[in-house]
């Protein structure tokens, strides 16, 4: 299993940090990896990566990343929740990077749900 580098912890503070600011003025997307044993076991550092990445690319200021433990469906993971503002949060499942471009592309940045690797639309929200 890989370890975390300076540069990944670097990265996540700067998301953090980026979080806290946007969390102030107002954000429009929400995305929130389950990062349990299971889902790190089943490869959710690299769909961290691989949206820290993407966000970091576009330079969007608009988009918050967080992380949560196991959300209850291990054989599932990785998973992530997409929550768009004013819509229902959005559960994906047995994620890879690129299934993971995909969703980003589409849905955090077109607001079009990606059917085809979603498990369910809507549940607990946090804003």
Not at 2 to 30: C, F, H, M, N, P
Request: net charge neutral.
């Amino acid at each position: 299993m890989a370890k975390l580098s300076i540069e990944d912890l670097k990265k996540i503070k700067e998301s953090v940090q980026a979080g806290v600011t946007l969390r102030e003025g107002g954000y429009r997307a929400k995305v929130n990896i389950h990062m349990g044993t299971c889902g790190i076991a089943s490869g959710a550092r690299a769909v961290m990566t691989t949206i820290m990445d993407e966000i970091e690319k576009r330079d969007l200021k608009d988009v918050i990343l967080t992380t949560s433990g196991c959300a209850g469906l291990c054989s599932r993971e990785p998973m992530i929740t997409v929550e768009l503002l004013g819509a229902a949060p959005v559960k994906y499942v047995d994620l890879t990077p690129e299934k993971m471009r995909e969703i980003f592309s589409e849905h955090v940045l077109g607001g079009k749900i990606v059917e085809k690797y979603a498990l369910a639309v809507g549940s607990e929200t946090t804003f």
